[in-house]
């Protein structure tokens, strides 16, 4: 490979920076490199996810089709499928504990428990957003691994941050609802009005506290400039 690595000084702020010629050619040169024997001795303790999964795989899943490498597709298409997977059983699995866990207070508080199944919709709407955010954490974490070029992995990773802080905030919304709704058949039973007025009176102060901690958050991930509106 013909190409040599350059530095260049930039105007505006007087910084070193690799030339885009140096940029446009690393890719062909680290193909080159691949190609090398490793020297004895030299230990790879720190290569990259992407790079120990390179080292095992054959030529064929190394070329490049349409920006990527085939490996890299089908990575991608792996990552998708085992996000989704992950919503599901993590869903599963917490409204199957919601299921019992209000199986089992029906039965405790009504005699005919059968005659009068309890109502699992509010698990079936707080459960959701977890699931949600576990996949959006597994896109996150294993786009990480495939070793993308720049502006696939900053797209990628953003668009996975920005569906996991909505998530985190869903999550956090839902389950104030189940706080209070928890909270409010605790005091009712002791017939108090005091408690019937505080309870939905902290349960809204929580609610507004996640959307101000939520829109502070997707700002910061944003890097958005907050301070004017603040």
Same mark, same amino acid.
């Given at each position: 490979?013909?190409?040599?690595?350059?530095?260049? $000084? !930039?105007?505006?702020?007087?910084? #070193? @920076?690799?030339?885009p010629e140096t940029l446009r050619e690393?890719?062909?040169?680290?193909?080159?490199?691949?190609?090398?024997?490793?020297?004895?001795?030299?230990?790879?303790?720190?290569?990259?996810?992407?790079?120990?999964?390179e080292s095992y795989l054959p030529s064929w899943a190394l070329q490049k089709d349409f920006t990527l490498r085939n490996w890299q597709w089908r990575g991608l298409a792996l990552v998708i499928f085992a996000g989704f997977a992950a919503d599901l059983v993590s $869903? !599963?699995?917490?409204?199957?504990? #919601? @299921?019992?866990?209000?199986?089992?207070?029906?039965?405790?508080?009504n005699p005919d428990a059968k005659a009068d199944p309890p109502d699992f919709s509010?698990?079936?709407?707080?459960?959701?957003?977890?699931g949600l955010l576990v996949g959006a954490t597994v896109w996150y974490w294993s786009v990480a691994a495939l070793g993308l070029p720049p502006l696939w992995a900053t797209v990628l990773q953003l668009a996975a941050r920005v569906v996991l802080t909505l998530a985190g905030i869903l999550a956090a919304w839902r389950v104030t609802d189940v706080v209070?709704?928890?909270?409010?058949?605790?005091t009712s039973k002791a017939s108090?009005?005091?408690?019937?007025?505080?309870?939905?009176?902290?349960?809204?102060?929580?609610?507004?506290?996640?959307?101000?901690?939520g829109k502070v958050y997707v700002a910061k991930s944003l890097s958005l400039d907050i301070g004017p509106v603040l």
């Open positions: 490979v013909d190409a040599e690595i350059a530095l260049i $000084r !930039t105007l505006d702020d007087d910084r #070193w @920076v690799f030339s690393t890719d062909a040169m680290f193909d080159a490199l691949r190609a090398l024997a490793q020297p004895f001795g030299v230990q790879t303790d720190g290569a990259t996810v992407s790079l120990w999964i $869903r !599963t699995a917490l409204f199957a504990v #919601w @299921v019992r866990y209000r199986t089992s207070r029906h039965r405790r508080g509010v698990g079936k709407r707080t459960v959701r957003p977890f209070g709704l928890l909270v409010l058949n605790r108090g009005q005091i408690d019937d007025l505080l309870v939905p009176l902290l349960r809204k102060t929580l609610k507004i506290l996640v959307v101000i901690f």
